[in-house]
């Protein structure tokens, strides 16, 4: 199946650093999603974005939906250890489905 | 609000044999619900899209027949593996909508399928 090219592919960083990892397509989505995932369970929602341009803050999380619709980015600032998981961008073309396209995905560890 | 729950959380099964899971959503009204599937150290990809009182529709390279998935009511969807073989040992993950553009998809917490 289709899927979204997410780097890096694992960061290992001192907690208080900032992070920043991106999403790219080769599609056009009308909404961009970023989830995290503790290990042995389902992915839970950070942000959502849903027009081309949109930079849209979360607490320590900001995401921004880029121009060409085909990308987004998502920054974490002053990490703490229960960062630590992966994190998932998701592409979702809109419609009818609202089926969503996953991302490979970014493994993030904090080390205090 | 908007909460999605599975059963079982995991499940042991010989091979050859068939294990339902189960898809609840608590406190709303699911149009649609997805069952996607998980292998270790991988990202989730989307199995299947099913909409109450109708048919599945499956992703390619999915096997209908194998994944028999069943949407009889609003609040909740079942996912059977049929003959499961060691190599269906995934962590299955369900989500649930409502309609609309903007619909966010809630998800359960997933359900891990071992096949001996």
């Known amino acids: 199946g289709q899927q979204l090219n997410q780097s890096p592919q694992s960061m290992f960083i001192q907690e208080g650093e900032d992070v920043s990892m991106n999403c790219t397509s080769s599609?056009?989505?009308?909404?961009w999603l970023w989830y995290k995932q503790d290990p042995g369970e389902g992915p839970v929602l950070l942000i959502a974005l849903y027009k081309a341009g949109e930079l849209t803050s979360n607490g320590r999380l900001t995401a921004q939906f880029g121009i060409t619709r085909k990308d987004s980015f998502l920054n974490i600032s002053a990490s703490i250890p229960s960062d630590v998981g992966i994190y998932f961008c998701a592409g979702q073309g809109g419609g009818a489905t609202n089926k969503l396209i996953f991302g490979t995905g970014t493994l993030l560890a904090v080390q205090p | 609000g908007a909460v999605v729950s599975q059963h079982p959380s995991w499940v042991i099964c010989k091979s050859g044999t068939s294990v339902k899971i189960e898809c609840r959503s608590l406190d709303f009204q699911a149009t649609t619900m997805f069952w996607y599937r998980q292998f270790p150290k991988q990202s989730l990809m989307l199995m299947a899209t099913s909409n109450e009182g109708s048919k599945a529709t499956y992703e390619q390279g999915v096997e209908k027949d194998k994944f028999l998935i069943n949407h009889a009511s609003l609040t909740l969807s079942t996912l059977t593996v049929t003959s499961a073989h060691p190599e269906d040992s995934s962590f299955y993950i369900c989500?649930?909508?409502?309609?609309?553009?903007?619909?966010?998809?809630?998800f359960g917490p997933g359900t891990r399928l071992t096949v001996t």
């Open positions: 989500s649930a909508t409502t309609h609309g553009r903007f619909s966010e998809q809630y």
């Open positions: 599609s056009i989505f009308n909404t």
